[in-house]
């Protein structure tokens, strides 16, 4: 690939969410070629049928994320991995059983057959996007996690870098010279007392990559009130508007402690192997 590449994760089922990205990317001239979801199109919100719709008639190349490998297995849960009994396993009991009676046996055909990862050669780099971690499709990678956990998962690879998701809010980093990228969610926020969702533009040149997280504003108001008007429980509804997550089950507590700071994400350049510039039709 030698022009912008838009990644993002979770669409979580919020068809407002992605009309809003499908425009964005429409209006940025970039097709849904060159889009790449990092997994989990359907979960917390009100419309799984709907946003599936969208995804597969937009043909947006897609990692399966652990919901889809959970629906299209007929699973009893989402397997998110959260402990039985907190927050996050009871809010997940409700969309979940909501999504499983939305899907047609084509949705599920469709979810099944996701790759679990997609190469991507970005200004010569190689680049595998996955969901979760290398081998587990639902580890939680936050930007907290030390730089041993990163230089590990992305060596598991076998790239030299890694575009994931499951997480759910976006951040960047460097780890001796490889790169673990994730997008953020644009179907929830990202937990910064903000509605905004987040996607991402890697712009590939002979130097480098530049890497530019980016908010989406959407119909959060709509998405919310569907999931009421679906009789979805109230904690997701409400992290819409709020921006602010039902439940920190999941974040560890550097995360934590940044709760309700809106996000700022700067954007990032990594450079073309070893520094040197790549002859423009390498790139
Ligand atoms: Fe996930």
Redesign the pocket.
Known sequence: MDAPLLCF??PYSNRQALEALLAEAARLGISPARMLCT??VV?YCAEPAATLDLMIAAGIPTVM???EESLAGGAAD???GFEAGTACDLLARGWFAHADRQVTPAHRAWMAALPRRIDVTLAGRRLAAI??GATS??RFLFASAPDAVFAAEIAGTGAEGVIA????LPFTRLVEGRLWHNAGAIGMPAHDATPRAWFSLLTPSPEGIRLEHRALAYDHAAAARAMRDAGLAEGYAAALETGLWPSEDVLPPAERARRGQPLAPPPLFWPSQDGHSLPRTMT
Do not use: P, S, V
């Open positions: 994760g979770g997994g989990d979960a994320g652990n919901c989402c397997g998110c969901h979760g499709i639902n998701g499951h997480c759910g």
